[in-house]
C-alpha cells in the first residue's frame, strides 16, 4: 500500500498571527518545504458527524487573494460535490454562486483601481 505524508509548519509573531506558512507532500514534485499565505483544511468526523476545519493565513495575504481563494475553494467544492455524490443541480448551484461572487469582487477590484487612480 502506498502511502503519503503532507506535513504543515506555522511560524507565529508574538501575538499567535501567522507570520509564515509551510508546508511539504511526499508527492509534492517540488521537493522541501514550499511557502504559502493560506491554507484551509477540512476533516469529516464521522463519530460527531461533523465538519473539523483549519484556516490559516498570514498577515500577507492581501484580503482580493482571500477573496479569491475562497471562490476557488468553493468551485472546487463543486467539482468534489459531483464527483463524489453525482449531484449535478448542487454541483450547479455552488459553481453559480461561485460567479456571482467571482463578477462581485472584479467589479469592487475595478472600483478600488479607479480609487486608487483619482
Known sequence: MKKSDIHFSVELDN?????KIYWEATDNPNEGLSDTRAIAISLWDHYHNSTLKIDLW???MEVVDMKRFMIEIMSGIADTALSATGDKRMADDIENTCKVLSKRLEEEIKQQNQQQQQ
Open 58 to 60: 498570514t498577515k500577507d
Open 15 to 19: 501575538q499567535n498571527i501567522p507570520d
